[in-house]
């Protein structure tokens, strides 16, 4: 992996004139707008980096990009990588060893996730606290590489409780609805069954998404502070559960991410 990485990293540095980011962000399903406000310098296509995995999602863009943001040096993943897609835990989260690596300090990461609070509703946004890992794999599994993380790193503090303070604080100056919660992360690519439903709120969790807690696992392994939000697009409340389209949860993510944008553009400017 070391050997990938530094090729990786060698020819990303080639085609960004050494670019340094500080801040690497993890664009989530429907999410991909907050590029718009990059101040761009470079963009690479994914399938033009090497080792690099591509996303084979229609609804993800699938490049790297880098410029300005909130006067912070900034690379920003405008489509990520999901299990369901056949990858396996190592190629979803070498995108963040490859950020980690070119110099950033802090990973921003953002999501669709749907509703288990009763107390939440669709177009909310929620700053996560805490995770379940519901998933069928690990990133760490096999043979650790000790440059670049500890065998068993500790987990108490995967979010950043001074970020997730000031995100917010943001969201109040604003007046979005933001809440602070737990988040499950499952294998996909279904959308969850009535008993699931139950069972995941049951557990602990506020929300259900598929995606978000291998990359973070990877950055507490890297020393890498994190802060993560999700877009609630749907409502997994087993007594009055609707069927909901893909179609659907685009929409709502996509009517609620100038909000989410709003919060790490702030928050960004305020580090």
């Avoid at 880098?66 to 070498?94: C, N, P, S, W």
């Avoid at 065998?151 to 917010?168: A, H, N, Q, T, V």
């Avoid at 995941?200 to 802060?227: Q, W, Y």
């Amino acid at each position: 992996m070391h050997q990938n990485l530094r090729q990786t990293t060698d020819f990303i540095n080639k085609k960004t004139d050494n670019f340094e980011p500080e801040i690497g962000i993890i664009l989530g399903t429907g999410l991909g707008g907050l590029v718009e406000d990059i101040e761009i310098h470079h963009s690479l296509m994914y399938a033009n980096i090497p080792d690099f995995p591509i996303s084979t999602l229609e609804f993800h863009s699938g490049k790297l990009i880098f410029g300005m943001l909130g006067g912070k040096r900034v690379v920003a993943m405008q489509g990520r990588l999901h299990y369901y897609e056949g990858y396996d835990m190592k190629q979803i989260t070498f995108p963040v060893r490859v950020m980690k690596m070119l110099g950033i300090q802090k990973l921003f990461v953002s999501n669709a996730s749907g509703a288990l609070n009763p107390e939440y509703r669709k177009g909310d946004l929620m700053i996560i606290n805490d995770h379940i890992n519901m998933q069928t794999d690990n990133p760490l599994r096999g043979k650790n590489t000790d440059s670049l993380g500890p065998r068993f790193p500790d987990m108490s503090e995967p979010y950043d409780l001074e970020m997730i303070k000031m995100g917010l604080e943001i969201a109040v100056r604003n007046n979005i609805c933001c809440h602070s919660g737990v988040y499950v992360s499952v294998n996909g690519p279904n959308l969850e069954t009535r008993a699931e439903y139950r069972f995941l709120r049951l557990i602990g969790a506020d929300s259900v998404g598929m995606s978000t807690v291998p990359e973070v696992i990877v950055a507490n392994h890297m020393s890498l502070p994190v802060f993560a939000i999700s877009v609630l697009t749907d409502e997994g409340f087993p007594d009055t559960l609707k069927a909901v389209s893909l179609e659907e949860i685009l929409k709502t993510a996509e009517e609620a991410e100038p909000k989410m944008t709003k919060i790490l553009k702030e928050l960004i400017l305020e580090l």
